[in-house]
């Protein structure tokens, strides 16, 4: 667009209501400062690149590879949602991140084995939160045959609750 | 028991009894727990934590506990902010979604959070410095809600959590401290340092990022891997008789050294809340912290420590509402404060100085 003063490029375009009437002005930056407009010398450099690469860096760490991408087949949460949203998943996501929270929890817990308290062996747990997952997975593929036979599978158990 | 009820009694732990209560306002300890069939709470669907919760509740019915239930989800943002003054619930759990809540046993001893960041949040508090006996009552609640309930929980890694800085042992161990001698003096953020230097945790009364409130500060473990629950007890055990040592001495030196000036102010503080006709939260809780260290040092008799103790909790914004039964606004809020404070505190008075 050209500018409506002179003949070099239009940068600035200004809509404004003068008398309830609409009123549009293309300007190039040197009749716009002399149409007493105030314009930013030049647009601020806010190194943004740098920002972004650095947050990612903070939250992430330097891992971009495999372990960022790898999901849990049972939460569906990602290494690099954690990593972002600190909190995991479902118990399976200490296995399936091992291999980058055991660092993380020698540098915070000084340890990576736990000592203390503990719980009772439940055999059946672990393959009913796989079921559980497995039975939200087929309600949102609307597979509603699968789902109800996941359902009955984990009936007993949650009727006894 | 009702959430109106409470506002006619107080937590157990607000009594001031027990070992070292001068200092030591109570001794808490926390068990986090998930079920092992179910994704933490974060990542679980409304029916799934409407589950959870009908799973817990009734292994806590099972239990014998006597507790109550209260439906966070369903309850008003004034009744939240009420149970999160009294320390019944977190912050977190009032801010959350979906099917929540809280068991609470009579005396408010006990609190079972229901998904909050874990699916379980169980906590046990006492008056004063008694944590070996807060361990054993927990432990024992945690065996029978055990009974009723799968824990996630690995072999290598203990007890599985939303967050891995309370994987292991699950547990927050920490004791709430008045330090009102440590803050007059500016010792309060060496001892901090040192503290922190030894992998403990310093938060004000309402926990984490809430600014000291009163001169109280609460003292925790952040480590929960690696180290037995009795150890990590046996920390805290150890290191803070070292800081109420601190605070003896800092108050000690308060008595000696400016015994005067330190008897004007506990009488003015006492002065302004028993005659003041509009206060706000925070002048409150200041004067509060003087007058409860005056009825520790003798400056001031006729007054009860329980009293002073309710006192901090039920001057706070939601619990004056539900006590007037309706909304108030801020100016509102400091007159029915202010005349809660002249009738609470009406019998006492200062202490003659010979």
């Known amino acids: 667009m ?19 009437r609409r009123r549009e002005r ?29 947050l990612i860096k903070k939250n992430v760490g330097e891992l971009v590879g495999e372990l960022a991408e790898t999901r849990c087949p049972d939460c569906r949460l990602r290494y690099m949602d954690f990593r972002t949203g600190g909190r995991l998943g479902c118990p399976h996501d200490y296995r399936v991140f091992r291999e980058g929270l055991l660092p993380m929890l020698q540098r915070f817990h000084g340890a990576t084995r736990h000592v203390g308290k ?29 789902a109800a036979r996941l359902r009955d599978q984990l009936r007993p158990k949650d009727q006894h609750a | 028991m009702t959430l109106d009820d409470l506002t006619r009694t107080s937590g157990e732990w607000l009594r001031g009894t027990g070992p070292e209560s001068d200092i030591v306002m109570c001794s808490r300890i926390r068990l986090a727990r998930n079920l092992a ?54 912050r977190e759990l009032a801010a959350g979604e979906g099917p929540r809540g809280v068991s609470v046993a ?14 379980l ?31 996630a929980y690995s072999p290598s890694l203990g007890y599985l959590t939303a967050c891995p800085t309370n994987v292991g042992t699950g547990i927050r161990v920490g004791v709430m401290l008045h330090l009102p001698g440590l803050v007059a003096n500016k010792q309060i953020d060496k001892v901090f340092r040192a503290l922190q230097k030894i992998n403990l ?49 800092a108050r000690q030196e308060l008595v000696t050294g400016r015994r005067q000036h330190l008897h004007d102010q506990v009488s003015r503080a006492y002065g302004v809340l028993k005659t003041a006709q509009t206060i706000s939260s925070e002048e409150t809780m200041l ?41 108030l606004g801020v100016e509102e809020r400091n007159v029915a404060r202010a005349s809660l404070l002249r009738s609470r505190l009406a019998g006492g008075r200062a202490v003659e100085d010979e």
């Open chain 1, 2 to 20: 050209i500018c409506q003063s002179c003949q070099n490029e239009a940068v600035v375009h200004l809509t404004e209501l003068v008398d309830g």
């Open chain 1, 26 to 54: 293309h300007l190039c930056v040197d009749c716009a400062r002399e149409a007493g407009l105030t314009l930013p010398d030049a647009p601020p450099d806010l190194g943004l690149d740098a920002v972004l690469h650095g």
């Open chain 1, 118 to 146: 503990r719980a009772r062996l439940r055999p059946g747990a672990s393959l009913r939160l796989r079921l559980r997952s497995q039975l939200r997975q087929a309600v949102a593929r609307e597979d509603y045959e699968e």
């Open chain 2, 37 to 90: 069939d179910f994704p933490f709470t974060n990542r679980a669907s409304r029916n799934e934590k409407a589950s959870i919760e009908a799973q817990v509740r009734a292994a806590v019915d099972a239990a014998g506990l006597d507790a109550s239930y209260f439906d966070v989800n369903a309850m008003s943002n004034l009744d939240r902010q009420f149970l999160v003054e009294r320390q019944v619930i977190s």
């Open chain 2, 106 to 119: 009579p005396k408010e001893n006990v609190s079972i959070m229901v998904n909050e960041e874990d699916h």
């Open chain 2, 121 to 151: 949040r169980i906590q046990y508090m006492l008056s004063g410095f008694r944590l070996p006996e807060v361990w054993d009552e927990i432990n024992a609640l945690d065996d029978q809600l055990e009974d009723d309930i799968a824990y």
């Open chain 2, 201 to 249: 945790a310093v938060r004000g009364l309402y926990g984490e990022g809430s600014q000291a409130f009163g001169d109280f500060y609460q003292i925790s473990n952040q480590q929960t891997l690696g180290k037995s629950e009795e150890e990590i007890i046996k920390i805290l055990t150890d290191v803070v008789p070292q800081v109420l040592q601190y605070e003896r001495s």
């Open chain 2, 287 to 327: 004067l509060l912290s003087s007058v409860r260290m005056g009825v520790n040092l003798g400056l001031i008799d006729d007054l009860s420590i329980a009293t002073v103790n309710e006192l901090f909790i039920q001057t706070q914004p939601a619990f004056l509402q539900k006590l007037r039964g309706n909304e």
